[in-house]
């Protein structure tokens, strides 16, 4: 049969389905096992060789179906039918098959298999040997500095060895969250878990009850052929200690979309030749591609062992190649440890024809397999052993389990407006400063970089991945290194000093904390935390928690009081610079009317229900009706998308402030928090909450929202942010002049990153503490 046979508009391979394979592939697949040179098979497309014509190629150039095919020299193309895959350890040319009296002629791989009925189903040859040993490299220890996550190794300590494995991703059974991971590692229930975090050894949790080993591949598949052999699964769960040292986020990957749903009904050929990608604690970002399913590999006490996907290096893109030499596959390798890797299914591209409607561009990454084991196969020209990675559909490990992913846990919190905002304000509060203190000021430029950005990067970065970067500018370490950060110096208690929703009214007499503070002597911690005690949350009506006790007024008054200490010693002037730069965040929350106002993300006054129903898990079949406030969305829509959209005018707005005065300067931090009130006051004075969350509902669509959002707040925008870089200065010289720091400096050399990170990293620094706690650390 001539390979134009294949490649015909209407051919009948065509039609095949999946399940016509798999009966197929049931029914020789022993009788295929027994021919010499066989190693394993698997379900998918007929691979063409990249150097081959496309069907509708003419010519004396034209090259047709010669030569050994193997996993870096062949592609799947859009014509390519379906068929069983069968890996040969050599490859023999059919003329010389018989001709060097190696072999018979019964015990060529046959190019087609006939089943009772009459169908076809062509067979694809490749020549991959199999290592009877992989390859071990030495585990690339990627530990992460804060929050664990997808990615990210877990260790056991079993018989005097150390075993690692890495971590799936987050998931839930409705009711508690686990870490998924393969059993092999997690053993048996109650097995305690390690991981390292900023260097240290941690406890992370212990096995779970609930793990899967291996089942009978009909009892997961109902309905499809497969008599006597077993789908590995190899999934165990960690049940966390502490949820709050985890994130949704896949390492190298961020956040990802909705998990693949995938069963008998809806699996099909389509995956094969998809790309994915996957990030393992020993090898870290993989690209990879799906070469074939339910990958048949292992013989054992007259059992076969079959993997769901098997996935390996990109192979060249389907498009028509030059004979002048074909691109090389992807750069595709995993190793030991590399076992529990989740594995993602990336959108595909828009064609040409829709370039205009990019939105596919932007989906992220889906939920797809979950890795359990690799195949090392000699693949290509020179025979160099490649790594292959053998993994199980998540959607079946999630039914079985009865769990889902969880896509939303310790991500990006609502209450981080633009780290553009923050940025800003701290690059131009430097101008704001007098002629009063040089050695202060020439501090301040040389320590700048340190704090933000220069005007480049704040006009063309997205800022992205500031959460796993070994340095974090001053000006949003608050955010991305105390909070909900990676590095190591996560802070249980740091979300507190960002906000304070000054305007809720309390039952009976409708105070506000704004309206208590008219009387300066109420700028007090336990007035505060009484007023807290009076009221519930809006939304649920539940007692509010210390980690939800605004206190940024006195997050200022403890940092300020630091910062006298600091400059007293020129031993600690490093010390107060990177106060200083830390001040300059909260300072700028403090002048954003979102920050300070229980209309933060929403009314909670007006909640809006609606139904979720639940269709996996413990709950499917199931409804519940979730509550949110009326206009959630709308603290990104503007302190996000407008302010980033509105990049340069700020710069602008900021670019000249009025200078510090000698009347403005105070002398303590109790008038330092007594200063960030006031500010707090003009800021609701200049943009009402209430007028935003009303633009934001009137413009729901996020299509020229910011434009829209910009012609009402843009101009009051930047005049609140001055205010806060006026602030900021005016704090920085207080500070400086109370502790002496301009006769005691002697030098003002710069901070490197690496120092400046340390001294962030001390969790003694500026510790963070509830409104209960705080009180006793003030002046």
Known sequence: MDLSDYQGKNNQFSQLSLPDLLEARDQYHVHLMRHPNVVATAIGRYRIRIEDSWPDEKGPGKVQGTGKRTLTNSSVRPYSWPAILVFVSEWVEEHEFVAKGRYTADQMVPKTLYLPDGRLVPVCVIEAPRELQNAVSPFARRFPLNNLGGGYPVTVNLQGRRHFATIACLVSDGH??????????????????????????????????????????????????????????????????????????????????????????????????????????????????????????????????????????????????????APAASLFATHPGDS???????????????????????????????????????????????????????????????????????????????????????????????????KLNELMEKNLLLFTHDDQALLESDFKGMGEAEFVPLADVPDFYWKHGKQGASRPLEGPNHFADMDQPRPGDNATLLSLCKNKENIDPKVWNDFYDSVTDLLTGASITQEHRGLLPFRVWQIFDAMVEFAKSPSTHDKFMVAAGVLTHYVGDACQPLHISYLHDGD????????????????????????????????????????????????????????????ERVSSGRAAAEATVDLMVQTFNTIKPKQILDAFLKHPSSSGRAEFMNKKFGEKTVEVMQDGARLIAILWESAWEQGGGEQLAKSTKPLTQKRAMEICADSEFLRSYSIEGIADVLK
């Open 176 to 325: 508690k969250a686990f870490a998924l991971t393969n059993r092999h590692v997690t053993g048996e229930a109650g097995e305690v878990l390690y991981s390292y975090l900023d260097g240290r050894e941690r406890r992370i949790g212990c096995t779970a009850p609930q793990q899967l080993t291996r089942m009978p591949f009909r009892d997961v598949y109902p309905g499809w052929a497969g008599k006597d052999v077993y789908v590995n699964l190899d999934v165990g769960l960690i049940d966390v200690d502490d949820l709050n040292m985890w994130s949704a986020e896949v390492r190298n990957v961020g956040v990802m979309g909705p998990m693949v749903d995938l069963s008998v009904a809806n699996i099909s050929l389509s995956l094969v030749g998809a790309h994915v990608s996957g990030s393992g604690a020993a090898s870290g970002l993989m690209q990879g591609e799906i070469h074939g399913l339910f990958y048949r590999y292992k013989s054992q006490g007259g059992f076969e062992y079959v993997a769901d996907l098997f996935i390996g290096p990109r192979t060249p893109p389907a498009g028509r190649q030059s004979k002048s030499g």
């Open 340 to 438: 529990g890797t989740l594995w993602l299914l990336e959108p595909r591209a828009p064609a040409k024809k829709d370039k205009d409607n990019a939105a596919t561009q932007h989906l992220p990454p889906l939920p797809l397999a979950m890795q359990w084991g690799e195949n090392t196969l000699y693949s290509g020209e020179p025979a160099t052993p490649q790594s292959f990675v053998l993994a199980t559909l998540l959607s079946r490990v999630c039914a079985l389990l009865e769990i889902d992913p969880i896509r939303d846990w310790n991500l990006d919190q609502p209450d981080t407006w633009g780290a553009m905002g923050h940025f800003s304000i701290a690059a131009r509060s430097l101008n704001a400063l007098s002629s009063k203190y040089p």
């Open 604 to 663: 909670p006054l007006q909640p809006v229900t609606h139904t979720v129903n639940h269709v996996r898990g413990k709950k499917a079949g199931t409804s519940e009706d979730v509550t949110k406030p009326l206009g959630q969305g709308v603290h990104s829509a503007y302190e996000d998308e407008m302010v980033n959209a509105m990049r340069e005018q700020i710069l602008d707005g900021l670019a000249t402030p009025a200078k510090v005065k000698a009347s």
